[in-house]
């Protein structure tokens, strides 16, 4: 197994238009999150997955954000209508459900023009 | 209001001396504690973590100290190398399965070691 990886690593669009984001986590974890970091500060949570059950949701998840794990396994972040304050890098990690420690993957840099 | 702060923006150190990054935070109900290293274009990486019912732990070069009276922990780096240059996050999660992994982090801490 390669690790975490994300899909696309970069993305320019234009205000108003829709970007989704794909996160492959590590074959045997359970659990995948969403994160959202934006220059000069921490990640910051948006939502997490077990299995295909999506069991939190951050306030900082809008309604123009939607997240699915059909299967349990890859997920997908869609932006629907996006604005410039969408302009963030988006994290994909994921973990064993008994553990703290997560593996994150390189990243998705989103620029909102 | 940031829950996890980390008030050292940057920190510069000689190769060979001990690098100290420190970390504070206000949520009582953080009871486990992870640093995690980054380098550009790549996502975190685990580093070492504490949980609350200790005040050390130790793992190589690197050792988390945890004061829960003064809600504050430290990393050191003994002894510091060029390749230890990265930022370093301090992440907070509450206790319990259900919390596990959802961690609130710090705005990192970015380590230059000099050789």
């Known amino acids: 197994d390669t690790g975490v990886s994300q899909d696309p690593r970069h993305k320019i669009t234009k205000r108003g238009q829709n970007v989704t984001f794909r996160c492959d986590p590590i074959s045997e974890h359970n659990r995948l999150y969403w994160y959202r970091q934006t220059l000069g500060q921490g990640p910051e949570f948006l939502t997490y997955?077990?299995?295909?059950?999506?069991?939190?949701k951050s306030r900082l998840l809008s309604d123009r954000f939607s997240a699915e794990r059909p299967k349990g396994s890859f997920s997908t972040l869609e932006i629907q209508r996006t604005e410039q304050g969408d302009s963030a890098m988006y994290l994909c990690?994921?973990?064993?459900?008994?553990?703290?420690?997560?593996?994150f993957g390189p990243g998705t840099r989103l620029t909102v023009t | 209001d940031q829950q996890v702060k980390q008030n050292s923006p940057s920190l510069s150190v000689q190769e060979g001396r001990i690098s100290i990054l420190n970390c504070d935070y206000t949520n009582s109900m953080f009871d486990y504690f992870l640093w995690y290293k980054k380098y550009p274009a790549e996502g975190p990486t685990f580093l070492i973590s504490?949980?609350?019912?200790?005040d050390k732990n130790e793992d190589g070069r690197f050792t988390v100290f945890l004061n829960k009276s003064a809600k504050h922990l430290s990393l050191h780096i003994v002894p510091s190398q060029p390749g230890d240059s990265a930022v370093y996050f301090c992440a907070a999660s509450p206790w319990g399965y259900t919390n596990a992994g959802k961690s609130t982090f710090g705005d990192g801490t970015t380590l230059t070691v000099k050789p």
């Open positions: 990690a994921s973990s064993f459900p008994t553990s703290y420690e997560q593996y």
């Open positions: 504490i949980s609350s019912i200790k």
């Open positions: 997955f077990q299995n295909e059950a999506q069991l939190e």
